[in-house]
């Protein structure tokens, strides 16, 4: 068992939104690795950053992907840090994993000021430069497609992936 597509990219991309949308074209389900570790937890993801801390955070986050990978087969979508661990990029190899891509401007208009997200709490501007520059690369290394999600509604995005996956289908 394995998802159709992993949908991977920084807060504000569109993964859940997308996600939705793509699951919803295929007859599949979907599911956020950010949703299990809230459900996981107890807790909201916020206060698992402040009560536990972010080392605990992304040991939760191992456990969810690895999870999700080995158990789920409709459309994935992992929170945006996931692929800084190299477990998580590891075993994402032969997977057909999605980045969707988003540039500084759109991805601010998206998340507002960061209103529960632990990683934008302070200067959430400059805090998502940084966030898409470090991470950038590794979404690339992992992704067997990119997808431009900037100025493009959630709608649009989804079409371009559901043809790609038919695509691959008849290929």
Same mark, same amino acid.
């Given at each position: ?56 955070? #992304?040991?939760?986050? #191992?456990? /969810? ?44 208009? #998206? ?24 991470? #950038? ?25 559901? /043809? ?8």
């Amino acid at each position: 068992m394995a998802p159709v597509c992993v949908l991977v990219g920084v807060m504000g991309a569109g993964k859940t939104s997308t996600g939705l949308l793509v699951a919803s074209g295929l007859g599949v389900d979907f599911r956020d690795t950010d949703s299990d570790i809230e459900a996981r937890a107890g807790k909201p993801i916020p206060e698992i950053f402040v009560d536990d801390g972010e080392e605990h955070f #992304r040991t939760l986050e #191992r456990d /969810a992907v690895a999870t999700a990978l080995a158990s789920f087969d409709g459309v994935l979508a992992l929170g945006g840090g996931a692929i800084l661990a190299e477990e998580n990029r590891a075993a994402l190899a032969g997977h057909r994993v999605i980045y969707l891509s988003v540039e500084l401007t759109d991805a601010v208009k #998206r998340v507002g000021l960061g209103t529960g997200r632990p990683l934008l709490a302070i200067n959430p501007r400059a805090t998502l430069k940084h966030l898409l520059d470090q991470r #950038r690369p590794l979404y690339t290394e992992v992704a067997s497609q990119t997808v431009v999600t900037d100025g493009r509604t959630p709608e649009q995005v989804a079409e371009e992936i559901l /043809a790609g996956l038919a695509n691959d289908r008849v290929g």
